[in-house]
């Protein structure tokens, strides 16, 4: 119990820390360069201090870094398909016409252009005279994931 | 020093994330059933395991490795989730691919092939596939009662940040 308690507490102080950086300060500390800060700190930490203990700790300490830099995106830009279900759920539009209609019309529906935005200021792509043009590093990427894709035979919604 | 009871003990959950994840692919192999319920379905069946090898050696751990061992496997099978949900419905990935496809698209031309429209056509396509909505009558409702669950406690993950 005390195990548990111990690291809920550590929980909590990450996402207060998350919301203190993000909400007052507008900075969002879920960055790669700062996971990977935390990494290298964790494997210096690790190898000096030899245990198992210090161990166990380092790696759910950065796995729940890692976790949270998956998590919070999503909470942040909310999804169409949460969108469709809090207008079905929440807002009682079930008539297809109505539902297509309050959903162009909602913020979800520039999601392609925020999502654009977000490609160039995180570096994956880089527009050059109005054209998007790939980075090497992000071409790399995308054949990975197409090699996932084809091992997992996963279908995506489009492209 | 390491003995080798520790190290099982810190390799056993990724190990188990990979065993998870072969099972996943011969489900995605054999069954026609949809990818999410497969994901559902190769992780509890591997959680359950962990459960068991846990128990069995519960005399030989501590609470900490115990807790490690369940928690490193959910957070790192969770990972694998997004890894696989993200080449499912991930728009930023999408708009790479787009890219890739046609290098030196413009933006007029990405909206023109991927818009609000498309957007809303999947994803209408996939809740109802997925087992989430139903249509009756030209209306859509909700099937699936655990999706609001999650639509709730992501509005008020949301509202503790942005708001």
Redesign the interface.
Known sequence: M???LG?LAFFLIFFLL??FF??LLRININKPSIILFFIIISIIIGSYFFS??L??NL??IN??I??FY?L?P???N?????E???L???KKI????I??KY??KSK??????K??Q??ISSG??KL?R?????KKN??NM?NI?RI??K????????? | MLTKLNIIVILLPFFSVFISSILFLIFQIFSNKNYLLNLIISFLTIFSLILVITYKISSSISDKEVFYLIFTYMCTFYLFMCLIQSQVSSLQLTILRMIYLYPGISKKEILKKYNANNIFNERIKRLESGGMIYKKNSSFFIKNNKIILYLNFTKILKKIFIS
């Open positions: 005390q195990v548990i690291y998350q919301i993000f909400r198992i203990e161990l166990l790696i759910i796995l729940t890692i976790c998956t919070v999503g909470i942040i909310h999804g169409p398909g949460l469709i279900i809090d079905i759920a929440n079930n008539k297809i016409n539902l297509k959903f162009l979800v529906s520039k999601s392609v252009e999502r654009l977000i490609n994956l792509i050059n109005g054209k998007f043009v790939l992000t071409i995308l994931f996932i894709k091992i997992y035979r996963i279908k995506s919604d489009a492209y």
